[in-house]
């Protein structure tokens, strides 16, 4: 069966009963275009939103939760995408099906496009398009599943949008940030997650969950570095030996590896005094905290913090910095020495760096609490949230919460003429 745009039809009148409550495929595909097309399937729910980043299938990441949507390949690029809707959550409504490319191509070069219904090796519908029925754009809804009485329809959509992926993520409710002029753009980068395969398998799947919220946060292009300062008072003591502190570093070295060419996670220690320690690197990483400078047992575990002491380092390493830096300051509490701390990162307002505050499992945070309402800074450089425990929260949600004020930051900062 041929489909027309923008043609709506129960599934029941595409696919047999076996194949609506077994599975089926979508296939996908285009011509014409030189530069590489990104294949995504948004699961969103009945406000129209993104509410569950789990549910956009994509090539990092394959699959659903539930393994009601995953990706089907050939010759390493997506083909398509299965589709099990027996076991989609109830509070996905609707599977919306995108293409999008990135550099100087538009939609409008697309000699052929197709979206087809398999079912059983099959073809029983296809939509057919061309660049003809486009113009700029630089994205595409292709097709969607959609609820409706109680069952499921498919929609022929062939919407173009002429921001690409932002003005998808728009379109699904997301936030985007202004988004750069093209003198501003970066050349793109080797994806993060074929730098980690490269030489750390084994963190392939943070740097996936790390890339959507990249994405999600219009910082795939952005360059900057990153540094991690880790709270050694002895109160973290049993963070350290549950490995919370390692997780900690595994966790933030992939943020480091796609802002930073380098690859390297500048890391401090502190408790009554403040400690430089080696940068955390893909060959370094895995044993990191047990090995470097002897192991964290003797990065001077004592009772007092001095925070204001690493403030002071920190600002120092990154005083002739080029570029933006993104800080993560991890502590368990016991915040005393609120006015220096207030007026040293008053003073750093005027500096390219963001400070990132993550609370662990303590209390008595201070200042770092009030860090959204204090006033005489330049730009609002610095973030606080607190977690109970590093596993309370899951790691998707975890980079989310890093980067959420990041974005702010950098446009706020760029207006004011702190970062170029």
């Known amino acids: ?9 129960p599934l029941e009148q595409l696919l047999s009963e076996d194949s ?22 948004f699961g969103i729910d009945s406000d ?44 996905i409504d609707r599977l919306v099906i995108t293409a ?16 087809r219904l398999v079912a059983a090796n099959s073809p029983v519908a296809e939509f057919a398009f061309e660049g003809k029925d486009f113009h700029n754009e630089k994205a595409l809804i292709l097709g969607e599943l959609y609820r409706k009485d109680g069952g499921w329809r498919f929609c022929a959509t062939g919407q173009g949008f002429n921001g690409g992926l932002p003005a998808l993520v728009r379109h699904f409710g997301g936030e985007v940030n202004d988004e750069p002029n093209e003198s501003d753009a970066v050349p793109a980068k080797l994806s993060l997650e074929k730098k980690v395969a490269q030489a750390a398998p084994k963190l392939v799947d943070l740097a996936k969950k790390a890339s ?6 219009r910082l795939s292009n952005v360059v900057a570095r990153v540094g991690l300062v880790l709270d050694t008072s002895g109160s973290m003591t049993g963070q350290y030996k549950r490995g919370r502190v390692q997780d900690v570093v595994n966790r933030i070295l992939p943020l480091a590896v796609h802002f930073d060419d380098d690859g390297e996670l500048d890391v401090w220690a502190f408790s009554a005094k403040s400690l430089a320690l080696p940068a955390a690197t893909l060959s370094n990483h895995a044993d990191y905290i047990d090995t470097v400078n002897g192991g964290w047992r003797k990065w001077g575990m004592l009772s007092y913090n001095n925070e204001p002491e690493v403030i002071r380092d920190v600002l120092a390493h990154y005083k002739n910095t080029q570029i933006p830096v993104f800080v993560v300051f991890i502590s368990d509490g016991g915040v005393d020495q609120n006015a220096k701390i207030k007026k040293l990162l008053t003073e ?46 899951s790691e998707q949600e975890l980079y989310d919460r890093l980067l959420r004020e990041l974005p702010a930051w950098f446009a706020e900062a760029k207006s004011k003429g702190i970062i170029n």
């Open 20 to 41: 609506r409550n077994g599975s089926f495929q979508i296939q996908v595909g285009m011509t014409g275009l030189t530069a590489e097309v990104d294949f995504s399937c």
């Open 1 to 9: 069966m041929q489909l027309r745009k923008g043609q709506r039809l």
């Open 212 to 217: 959507i919220s990249l994405e999600k946060k």
């Open 348 to 393: 750093a307002s005027a500096q390219p760096i963001f400070w990132q505050f993550v609370g662990i499992g303590g209390r008595n945070y201070g200042i770092l609490e009030k860090l959204d309402t204090m006033p005489g800074r330049a730009v609002d450089n610095c973030g606080f949230f607190a977690l109970d425990d590093l596993d309370s929260v």
């Open 100 to 115: 999008a490319i990135d550099g100087p191509e538009t939609m409008g070069l697309v000699q052929s496009g197709f979206l």
């Open 48 to 91: 129209q939103k993104l509410s569950d980043d789990r549910y956009m299938t994509f090539f990092n990441q394959p699959k659903t939760p539930c393994g009601s949507v995953s990706i089907s390949l050939m010759d390493n690029r997506i083909n398509g995408f299965y589709f099990i809707l027996q076991s989609l959550p109830a509070s």
